[in-house]
């Protein structure tokens, strides 16, 4: 998250917003091609208020989209580290099976995988929108993990 909001603002604050945890908290199936998350995440905030308005994924695999992720608006309270639940729906794309998406589990084959993201977040009263092409998953996984410790 912290990396996201490092291309919109310059603000040493908003640098320094980091997610300290997170955890699934429930997987909704709607059939075998839809499933809706209810996630649980911590956020350290020490800047001001943050929203995130809109946020869209493509997950390609060998460039191909497996699935498309969007979360629901969410906003980060100033000045606070708490938790929030986000909502997200993730759908398959057809002729890719659930099967095929377990065998993401594997953090080898997740390694292999890009996203391609579309952001729009308010802050500091600035709406910015970005897009994020062919992002390779393990970078994503490794901030997540390097801002954790």
Known sequence: MAFFLLTFTGCKKYEQISVVSGKVESLNMNGLRSADLLL?????NPAGKVK???AMGALKHSGKVIGN???APLT?????EAE???EAKIELEKGVGL???MSFMNINKLNECTIDLFV?????GIRVKKQFK????KKLLEEYYYEKN
Not at 76 to 80: K, P, Q, S, V, Y
Not at 120 to 124: E, G, I, L, N, P
Not at 134 to 137: S, T
């Open 40 to 44: 649980s995440v911590k956020v350290d």
């Open 99 to 101: 099967m095929q998406l």
């Open 84 to 86: 929030y639940k986000a």
């Open 52 to 54: 995130i308005e809109e």
């Open 76 to 80: 980060l309270n100033a000045r606070t």
């Open 134 to 137: 062919d992002m390779p998953v």
């Open 120 to 124: 729009r977040v308010k802050a500091a």
């Open 69 to 71: 992720v969007t979360l």
